[in-house]
Antibody, heavy 122, light 109 residues
């Protein structure tokens, strides 16, 4: 079965960097775009970044553009999120999720990891 | 940038029908998808596309679309349906972003 498992979260101080990982199994990793989505405490879901199946194309939400970098290692079935200059407002549970595109008018996130908590203290 | 607007909270009596709506310009181009989110758990897609349910999602969940508004309908709401529900859509303004609605807290009375 499809599994996405995030790791790398923790408690860090403002201004430092952190790298999250998402290990994937149960599907052909190189066939899917992957995303990072976060949920801050008491807040809604926020889309952060996407990377294409081969890693050539990446897009970011304005809130993290220039600070976060999404990447993938297709030889290890692993997705990454490098986060720099962390701020208190980056405190959230970070999820990796797989994109599904059944037709040109439909795009959804079909599998999600359990998430990893990042707490940024000032 | 495009936004998806949801009512913050909705309540429904046990066994009754409830409609949760999501409004946004981009829904005229892309179908919304709907995610159920319970505390401490990962989001789960319950409806995607025109009106598609992933395997394992009860058939009391359905979706509809009209113009710039998408709806998630729960027919015969159960206690376990109490959760936050988020809509999402592709948003091609700017850098091909994706966007989530603010979420609707569903209370089953």
């Amino acid at each position: 079965q499809v599994q996405l498992v995030e790791s790398g979260g923790g408690v860090v101080k403002s201004g430092v960097s952190l790298r999250l990982s998402c290990g994937a199994s149960g599907f052909t990793f190189t066939s899917y775009a992957l995303h990072w989505v976060r949920q801050a405490p008491g807040k809604g879901l926020e889309w952060l970044a996407v990377i294409s199946y081969n890693g050539d194309t990446k897009y970011y939400a304005d809130s993290v553009k220039g600070r976060f970098t999404i990447s993938r290692d297709n030889s290890k079935n692993t997705l990454f999120l490098q986060m720099t200059s962390l701020r208190a407002e980056d405190t959230a549970v970070y999820y990796c999720t797989r994109g599904a595109v059944p037709d040109t008018h439909t795009y959804y996130f079909d599998y999600w990891g359990q998430g990893t908590l990042v707490t940024v203290s000032s | 940038s495009s936004e998806l607007t949801q009512d913050p909270a909705v309540s429904v009596a046990l066994g009754q029908t409830v409609r949760i709506t999501c409004q946004g310009y981009r829904l005229r181009t892309y179908y919304a998808s709907w995610y159920q989110k319970k505390p401490g758990q990962a989001p789960v897609v319950v409806i995607y596309g025109q009106n598609n349910r992933p395997s394992g999602i009860p058939d009391r969940f359905s979706g509809s679309n009209s113009g710039d508004t998408a709806s998630l309908i729960i027919t015969g709401a159960q206690a376990e349906d109490e959760a936050d529900y988020f809509c999402s859509s592709r948003d091609t303004s700017g850098d091909r972003l994706w966007v989530f609605g603010g979420g609707t807290k569903l209370t089953v009375l």
